[in-house]
């Protein structure tokens, strides 16, 4: 027999690498081994329809829990990680357990980044990272309770819709100068930030948190740098992410932001993989190499290590894109802005229903759409094709994403 291949980390890139080597044909042993007791589930839907009682845990799941017995996928769930001895190809869990590897493809995802302020070991203080996380959440929303949201990002952002959708009070507390400061472009900063004005929210636009006030161990408000206090029952910390690289950096795996691999998803060692949000990749459309949090970037990574393992041919690099859902909102988003110099906005913002395009000089590197599928599909398109685009072609609403497509260079 074989020696199997260990996965750890049993979320959406390690779940779907598990599914994808039994679909490329490898038969033999695959343990997949992840620390929550859930099979493998989605995660987008944490902050959006779980929150909202739209979804049930068995919607949540990738696969049916039946699905890895009948593959012959030994599923590991509780269990673990505590080392990598390469020498001797195995992984060491929490439990005494020792298991050997012929091939190990890491899956470990990213955790919360924390706010190391007072008052942040107060109970209420939460992050939303996963079903646990999210449980703890949806049983504090309740109605005529405030949310405070310590960061506008997507995640703070989503849940604030979510909470509002609840009948929740909402204060989004973000320290920089307009919400999504890090992730989207100034006019998709500005609508988001005026739809959640309209919906209710409050959103408080540098404001730096120092602290946690609380009574009796439970948080009672955010402290803010002048002093201030905003009251409120609950509070959401959604600041940003860590990978979780103290395995593989334990091992002595090269890391950066993230654990250092190539377009096959292997690390600097041949016989270990890292996929999904753990990993710190290649950028072939740009030349350089980052860290992806999404589920496409999971999907894609998956396929490229299941690929290598099996030795099928390299899938094609992908476009690298993301989404968001708030109120009645679809945010998509294709490509990454490096390096990009000029933006073009597609459509009226006030309409509801708009793209902003990134270009570098003229060749289309990134475009945001909001309710505009069209924008976002042709503009995903052209990226893999390192179109050149007229930017008054762009703008022309008399023109349509297809002609614009066809015409690019």
């Known amino acids: 027999m074989s020696e199997p291949i260990v996965i750890v980390g049993a979320g959406h890139a390690g779940g779907s690498a598990a599914a994808l080597l039994r679909q490329y044909g490898f038969e033999g042993p695959i343990v997949l081994a992840g620390e929550e007791p859930l099979a493998p589930y989605q995660r987008p839907p944490l902050s959006k329809a779980w929150l909202k009682g739209e979804a049930d845990g068995e919607s949540l ?14 599923l590991r769930l509780g269990a673990v990680a505590t080392a990598i001895e390469r020498g001797t190809r195995t992984v060491v869990f929490a439990d005494g357990t020792r298991q050997p590897y012929g091939q190990l493809i890491l899956a470990t995802g990213a955790g919360p980044r924390r706010i190391p302020v007072p008052g942040a070991d107060l109970s209420g203080v939460l992050y939303l990272r996963d079903a646990a996380d999210a449980d703890a959440l949806k049983a ?16 703070g952002l989503e849940a604030a819709a979510s909470a509002r959708a609840l009948d929740c009070e909402v204060v989004v507390i973000e320290r920089e100068a307009r919400v999504l400061a890090r992730v989207a472009s100034p006019p998709l900063s500005a609508f988001f930030e005026r ?22 161990g439970r948080v009672t408000g955010v402290t803010l740098g002048g002093g201030e206090v905003e009251a409120c029952d609950v509070a959401l910390v959604g600041i940003g992410a860590v990978p979780n690289i103290t395995l593989a950096r334990e091992a002595g795996l090269s890391c950066a932001e993230g654990v250092v691999v190539d377009l096959a998803a292997r690390t600097s060692d041949p016989a270990i993989f890292a996929i999904g949000d753990v990993s710190h990749r290649p950028m072939p459309l740009y ?32 476009v690298p894109w993301f989404w968001s859902d708030q109120y009645d909102i679809k945010l998509q988003i294709a490509g990454v802005p490096f390096d990009a110099d000029k933006l073009v906005v597609r459509g009226d913002p006030a309409s509801g229903s708009f793209a902003v395009f990134h270009l570098a000089g003229t060749r289309l590197v990134a475009v945001e759409a909001v309710n505009a599928a069209g924008e976002f599909m042709g503009g995903r398109q052209m990226i893999g094709k390192r ?23």
């Open 61 to 74: 799941l990738l696969r049916p829990f039946e699905f890895y017995a009948e593959h012959n996928i030994e």
């Open 140 to 155: 504090a929303l309740t109605p005529g309770k405030r949310l405070a949201v310590v960061g506008g990002g997507y995640i």
């Open 195 to 216: 739809y959640h004005r309209e919906h209710g929210v409050e959103i408080i636009i540098g404001g730096a948190v120092n602290g946690f006030a609380g009574q009796d």
């Open 287 to 318: 030349g350089r190499n980052m860290r992806l949090e999404s589920v496409p970037n999971a999907l894609e990574q998956a396929k490229q290590a299941a690929c290598a393992i099996t030795g099928r041919p390299a899938p094609a690099p992908e």
């Open 387 to 409: 179109a050149s685009v007229d930017p008054a072609r762009l703008s022309d609403m008399g023109l349509t994403m297809k002609e614009i497509a066809a015409a690019a260079a």
